[in-house]
């Protein structure tokens, strides 16, 4: 009986996730996700490290490249940094997920972006979400001080 119950469990929560997916707008140039934004005034992730350098956080628009989104249901996605480690975007309590597609989409987020420090087990986690393997996830053992963006909307640019 237990084995029946997991086994329903699991294959609806993989029904729940692909729906969540399939029920995402694919990602074009104008397509909001969240809170409807539009791309003006925003800064270039370059910038973005200078502007923590004198403040705790910044609150407002910033435009990057993605280069990785959560593979399981788009629950977070990463921007392109210069200096290679890209810049992880959550959204404002998961209320709005990422399309597949917009790996290599110029978007604009508006939040608040903040120096923090992820846990390995976090980390761990978002490897396990972005479909990393089993050895990847385990060379991760030590906590990480990175800037996290909370994003409240995301505009696709190009």
Known sequence: MRKIFASMAALLLTAAAS???SSIAPARPG???GKTIDASQAIAMKDLSARLQGDTAYAGKIEGKVVEVCKKKGCFMKLERASGDPVMVKF???AFFMPQDIVGKTVVVEGTARVNE????RLQHYAEDA??????IAKITAP???IVIVADGVVVVK
């Open 19 to 21: 729906y969540a997916q």
């Open 31 to 33: 397509v909001t996700y």
């Open 92 to 94: 404002t309590d998961y």
């Open 118 to 121: 992820t846990s390995v087990e």
């Open 131 to 136: 479909g990393k393997s089993k050895a990847e």
């Open 144 to 146: 990480k001080r990175d």
